[in-house]
């Protein structure tokens, strides 16, 4: 399971995150109780925000506005003041009641569509329009199911390859930038801080959130860091990710470490915090957790343990 489906599967986090008040008490509680997920909850508030899901679940505090409001317009008969039926009133209340929700949700709550490939796994998903894509390890996409057709665009929280039909303009969106394609096959990496776009055939437009765009054709590819595209060539016919094989030039130990985890659906525990920072080369692949292991020790000179809980000791 992906870090974040937890709380975006929960339905009084997604209240909290898109606004109810009547929640913050109970998760900033959870939060005091479990500062490690500080960084998860907010991936997930942020996914959920995103994907512009508005109310999906009806909360208390809303129901209750509602009831406030139909309760204040009951107003009580005059003409039979022996015969007292409050159940009708409360009846009525209801019917009112489950006639706004119906209509709320009719006509506020969109369609959108989520698909996960949770830690440990990878996913193959086709969209309406016949479109493939691959889904590596921790990564959902989310769009519109009923309006795909007309309009294609996809949210992206993590690492994906596309393989697009020829047709209207096809838009994926995620926190740097968008990528807009007619019928081409490309990877995006877009993870947190992480931006990287491969295109493997057609052409791509990138464009960050300022407008900066760049158009890549296929074997180019590109890093977005601070603020500036980094031309990048690619190799193959699709990402080496889809076999199970992961290769760094000089990349923070960290991020390899967050690979690891989403691959093996392990939690890695530093007993140095120095080894984050650590500067990593070299290759390894999902197939086994042990050998991956023993692959980035022995190359940059620490120590590790697999525990029997899913979790992963290193240390110097």
Known sequence: MSSIDKYIENKDFVNWALGDSSYDEQWQQYLVQHPEEKDDVEEAKAF??????????????????????ISSNIVPSKTVKEVKLPWVKYAAAMIALGLMIGFYYYNFVPSNHVEMAHQG????????????????????????????????RIE?????????????????????????????????????????????????????????????????????????????DTFGDTPSWQEGIFTYKNESLEQVFQEVQRQFNVRIIYQNKEIQHLRFTGTITNKSLSTTMKVISKTMGINFEIKKNQEVEVSM
Request: proline share 2%.
């Open 48 to 69: 959920i925000q995103k994907t512009q899901i508005k109310e999906p679940y009806f909360s208390v505090q809303r129901e209750k506005e509602i009831w406030d409001q």
């Open 121 to 152: 796994f990878t996913k193959d998903v086709q969209l309406p329009d016949g479109s493939k894509v691959a889904l590596n390890a921790g990564t959902s996409i989310s769009y519109n199911k009923d309006e795909f057709t007309d309009e294609r």
């Open 156 to 232: 992206l929280n993590g690492e994906a390859f596309f393989d697009v039909k020829k047709g209207s303009l096809f838009q994926v969106q995620s926190a740097k930038g968008n990528v807009t394609v007619l019928g081409t096959s490309f990877n995006i990496f877009a993870r947190k801080d992480s931006w990287v776009i491969e295109c493997f055939s057609g052409k791509v437009l990138v464009e960050d959130r300022k407008g900066k765009t760049v158009t890549l054709t296929k074997g180019e590819g590109v890093k977005y860091a601070k603020g500036e595209f980094i031309i990048l």
